[in-house]
C-alpha cells in the first residue's frame, strides 16, 4: 500500500509558475514509476508527465513539453512537477499517482496508487 498526498497548488496568473509536490508514505518509493495527470470537470483524466524509478528517464504530454518539469527525490519519497509559463487552460485538478512496473505509462489504468489532488487555477 502506498499512500499519496499532494501540495503545492494554488491561484496563478497566466505565465506564472508553480511546483507540486507528491509525499509517499508506505512501500518503497523508488520501486513505483510515478506520474502526474489532470482533469476538469466533466472531462477525463490526461496524462501529464511520468518519471520511471530512478529519474533518468521522463516523458511529456505535448501540452506539458517545454514549460513543465517532472524530478523525483527518492531520498525524500517525493515527486515534483515544476510548471512554467502556465496558461488558463491549465486549470485543473492535478494528481499524482505510483506505478508499480517501472515503465513510462500515459494511461491512468496503468497507475495503482493515487493522491487525492490538488487544485490548479490559472487566471488570464
Known amino acids: 500500500q502506498v499512500q499519496l498526498v499532494e501540495s503545492g497548488g494554488g491561484l496563478v496568473q497566466a505565465g506564472g509558475s508553480l511546483r507540486l509536490s507528491c509525499t509517499a508514505s508506505?512501500?518503497?518509493?523508488?520501486?513505483?514509476?510515478m506520474g502526474w495527470f489532470r482533469q476538469c470537470p466533466g472531462k477525463e483524466r490526461e496524462f501529464v508527465a511520468t518519471i520511471n524509478r530512478s529519474g533518468s528517464m521522463t516523458t511529456y504530454a505535448d501540452s506539458a513539453k517545454g514549460r513543465f518539469t517532472i524530478s523525483r527525490d527518492n531520498a525524500k519519497n517525493t515527486v515534483y512537477l515544476q510548471m512554467n509559463s502556465l496558461k488558463p487552460e491549465d486549470t485543473a485538478v492535478y494528481y499524482c499517482a505510483a506505478e508499480p512496473y517501472g515503465g513510462l505509462a500515459t494511461m491512468p489504468s496503468r497507475y495503482t496508487y493515487w493522491g487525492q489532488g490538488t487544485q490548479v487555477t490559472v487566471s488570464s
Open positions: 508506505g512501500r518503497i518509493f523508488s520501486s513505483y514509476a
